[in-house]
């Protein structure tokens, strides 16, 4: 064993050392050993935007136990009800940051023997608490869709049937309350809202929407605008056009005269373009009012620029 | 970290799942291994069997009480606070217990280790006060004997439902709750406003308000634990094995069929064709070139393949040099031992054997 | 290259920096020193003496040695120089001068120098004090030390200013950890050119 050692020992760097005859060159045998140096956190500087701060409360290293204390409860499935999805998102990760911090703390109290760690995890338990009730709510607002949707396959036409009736024996339709009613109907069930917008994509709920609203209108203000000699709407370029325009007489009077024009043209789209042509019509209106916009805020720049 | 951490939570013993008499036995072990001072003067209650409700404590913190047992039975004090461990209370004029405090559980002005620590009491031991107006106006205190919790009404003090107190046989009489401290806001807590917006309105069958691509099985594990063993959505590995039946032997004509299947899989190819070769190459050198990490970009210049094949053409050459000059060697040191041999008996010779 | 000792001519013909190379040992916190920017059997066997339960034989895996820090002089005559006096401090420490070097560690509650599991991280902080001795010793004036993390270098009363200067270099990932040394040791040969 100590053979070995010493042959170990005579390696070439020190042998190197021990043989060079130049004064200076070895460390003297009687050197005075140095301490240890520590390794300190003062030479490092960590970014203030660092992303490891979120597991950090204020920069502080750990909580003490009356920073962590309490005098709340946790979000009620009630309360949570009541608010929408992008502010349930935002609670929820609002308290899985906070859940993360508690546990951080949590660890470094647990490894040096504290009991407060327990008093960590009780306030994180009741994060928790908040957190699957999140979970709960939004399970609910899921199976409550769901069974909406079944329940308007089974009596939803009757239910419709019954919208129309009530529209077409009504006297006056062109006010507010009725307006409204449409427009709530429309988005309801087909999902139209009443402004379109780019992310609009057309299928066939949104196609029977259309034609639903459009040959209501028709039917209801066809004979009041003179047109009865239409007959009935032949193609959805028709009804599309009558649902476009306004709920009153003019509007329809308006498409009217469009369906006209369109007639010449001795065109009939078949039912398997509907969608494709619909979302023609949409794509186009949009581009329309966007080429608008971008003129008049072009126009308001020029006379910007000549004030 | 916190999956290691829970191991112990998760598969330690649990008290609460013992029977009663080991678990009183490993209360007493517990109790004795504190200081006396930090020893409950009352059994802790289970979990499962502690009060929650205000029906169940009969009393609220500023009740005043009347004492119906011990020293003290007959005086009329208030309800200074619920101990929820044990089920008792604690009252501002009660029996003490002299306990010796250890150094670092003293008060501030505290100078002695003897310390008089408040008792807990029993629910059945105190009785509620409550005071009634009688007809020429003059206010009487009454203890009630017994309780009953008939209808609830919403406490704005206490911000939530509580029971109705009356007294049995006497229910027209009501003690109301005493009133409690108000209790501000932590830094924890959301603004009552905030609360109270609402956000949400379900509008279309349509669609809901959340975002495109959102589904409620985002957010679930979908191979949980708590699904039924019977019932699972996802079957492993083990799981197919356990629920598939052991194969039958194999019949004659199955047997054709396998041989069918060997041949024609002896048949297909194994090695990839110089096309297959090239358009695989081609692609890891298309993204070799495209690196733009200038570190990653050094690294594989310097695992340059071509290098190493290099390196081992040269090794293998050496190799081969230098069998064949231990083949040259050892042809040299046959002759060698021959001419040695030949001298050796030579002077063998010479001299005559040796015999020693 | 790096399985033998080199001298100062073969360093500058095989175009190396006057540069040596501290690795530490990322499971137990040991340190070894290198001449060139790579690792072999060699230094584990030259710079290990007198192994035992808490300074075992290091293993030669390349995942779990990670450079520690670079300190560069101004000629190789001085690379080689402090190169020796590191080893033999080491051989010090380990050996004739061990009890001395056991009362200057940081001990903990059961005055013992572990921290957790097998890391003990009194071997880093030895090595940082021995580089600091020499650099004073040798009065090695123009050294640059570039450390992998500042936090090894201690507070700045343990290093003499006049003589050296630190640095701080990139964190690499593992895979390029000896394309970064590598550079460094380029960038220098560029500057001497």
């Not at chain 1, 339709?173 to 992310?199: C, H, M, S």
């Not at chain 1, 065109?267 to 509907?274: D, L, Q, V």
């Not at chain 2, 005086?75 to 009660?94: C, D, G, M, P, W």
């Not at chain 2, 203890?143 to 919790?149: E, N, R, S």
Request: positive net charge; hydrophobic residues 35%.
């Amino acid at each position: 064993m100590f053979k070995q050692q010493i042959s170990k020992f005579h390696t070439s760097a020190v042998e190197m050392a021990r043989t060079t005859s130049r004064k200076g060159y070895r460390l003297s045998p009687h050197v005075k050993l140095r301490k240890p140096i520590l390794p300190t956190i003062d030479n490092i500087t960590v970014k203030e935007d660092h992303p490891l701060w979120e597991f950090f409360s204020n920069g502080k290293f750990v909580r003490t136990g009356q920073e962590i204390a309490y005098t709340g409860r946790p979000w009620s499935v009630q309360e949570l009800r009541r608010k929408s999805f992008e502010d349930l998102h935002g609670l929820w990760y609002v308290c899985l940051k906070e859940r993360n911090r508690l546990y951080r703390e949590e660890h470094v109290y647990e490894q040096v023997g504290s009991m407060r760690s327990n008093e960590f995890d009780g306030l994180s338990e009741q994060i928790r608490a908040t957190m699957w009730r999140i979970k709960q709510v939004l399970t609910e607002r899921d199976s409550s869709l769901l069974r909406a949707k079944a329940e308007f396959k089974a009596d939803g036409e009757k239910y419709l049937q019954e919208f129309r009736e009530k529209y077409l024996q009504e006297e006056q339709v062109e006010t507010d309350e009725w307006f409204d009613k449409l427009e709530r109907i429309q988005y309801a069930i087909f999902g139209i809202p009443d402004v379109l917008d780019t992310n609009i994509k057309v299928d066939l709920t949104f196609l029977k929407g259309v034609k639903f609203i459009g040959e209501l209108k028709f039917a209801k203000f066809a004979e009041a605008a003179g047109r009865s000699d239409l007959g009935e709407l032949r193609d959805i370029a028709e009804i599309y056009t009558v649902f476009e325009e306004s709920a009153t007489v003019e509007g329809v009077q308006n498409a009217c005269d469009k369906i006209d024009e369109y007639r010449l043209s001795e065109i009939t789209i078949p039912g398997s373009k509907e969608i494709q042509v619909v979302q023609g019509f949409i794509d186009d209106k949009i581009q329309q009012a966007q080429s608008e916009f971008i003129e008049e805020a072009e126009n308001e720049k020029i006379e910007n620029k000549s004030i | 970290m916190s999956s290691l951490r829970d191991l112990s939570k998760r598969y330690g013993a649990n008290v609460d799942r013992f029977p009663h008499y080991l678990r009183k036995m490993f209360e007493q072990m517990s109790k004795k291994s504190q200081l006396p001072a930090l020893r409950p003067d009352a059994r802790i209650v289970e979990e499962s069997k502690r009060f929650t409700k205000p029906s169940q404590w009969k009393v609220q913190v500023g009740d005043r009480v009347l004492i119906t047992r011990g020293k003290l039975s007959g005086t009329v004090t208030k309800v200074a606070a619920l101990h929820e461990a044990s089920n008792r209370i604690y009252l501002e004029q009660s029996e003490t217990r002299r306990i010796i405090a250890p150094q670092a559980f003293w008060q501030p002005n505290q100078d002695s280790h003897v310390l008089e620590y408040p008792k807990t009491y029993h629910i059945n031991d105190v009785k509620v006060v409550g005071t009634i107006v009688e007809e020429d106006g003059t206010e009487r205190d009454i203890a009630a004997d017994k309780l009953v919790f008939k209808g609830a009404y919403f406490d704005q003090d206490y911000n939530k439902m509580m029971p109705i107190r009356r007294i049995k046989y006497n229910e027209h009489i009501v003690i109301p709750w005493p009133k409690p401290e108000p209790v501000e806001d932590c830094e924890f807590s959301t603004p009552r406003e905030v609360t109270e917006v609402r956000t949400h309105y379900t509008d279309s069958i349509v669609k809901l308000d959340t975002p495109e691509g959102y589904s409620v099985e985002t957010f679930r594990n979908p191979t949980a634990k708590n699904w039924s063993k019977w019932n699972k959505r996802y079957l492993s590995k083990s799981d197919i094995k356990k629920l598939t039946p052991p194969e039958m032997p194999l019949s004659e004509t199955k047997k054709a069929m396998l041989a069918d299947k060997l041949k024609i899989k002896e048949q297909q190819i194994t090695e990839m064709s110089p096309e297959v070769l090239e358009f695989i190459g081609g692609k890891v050198a298309q993204h070799l070139n495209s690196i733009t990490d200038p570190n990653f970009k050094q690294f594989v210049d310097a695992n340059d393949p071509a290098r190493f094949i290099a390196k081992k053409a040269k090794k293998a050459e050496e190799k081969k040099a230098l069998i064949e000059n231990n083949k040259e060697n050892y042809k040299l040191n046959e002759i060698r031992k021959r001419v040695e041999q030949k001298h050796k008996s030579k002077s063998v010779k010479k001299h005559g054997n040796k015999i020693w | 290259m790096a399985s033998k000792f080199r001298n100062s001519f073969w360093l500058k013909e095989n175009q190396f920096a006057p540069q040596v190379f501290l690795f530490r040992n990322i499971e137990s916190g040991q340190v070894l020193y290198s001449q060139l920017p790579h690792l072999t059997k060699y230094q584990i066997k030259q710079q290990t003496f007198r192994p035992n339960w808490e300074n075992r034989l290091p293993s030669s895996r390349r995942d779990i040695w990670r450079p520690l820090l670079i300190a560069q002089f101004t000629t190789y005559e001085k690379a080689i120089q402090a190169y020796h006096g590191l080893v033999e401090l080491k051989h010090m420490r380990m050996n004739h001068k061990r009890k001395e070097a056991n009362l200057l560690r940081k001990k903990n509650e059961y005055h013992q120098i572990w921290y957790s599991g097998q890391f003990r991280p009194t071997y880093i902080q030895e090595s940082t004090a021995d580089l600091s001795l020499i650099i004073d010793e040798f009065k090695l004036k123009g050294t640059k030390i570039y450390w992998d993390g500042l936090w090894f270098k201690g507070g700045d009363e343990n290093w003499n200013s006049d003589l050296v200067s630190h640095f701080e270099i990139d964190r690499v990932g593992g895979r390029e950890r000896f394309v970064a040394l590598d550079n460094i040791v380029k960038k220098v040969i560029k500057l001497k050119n």
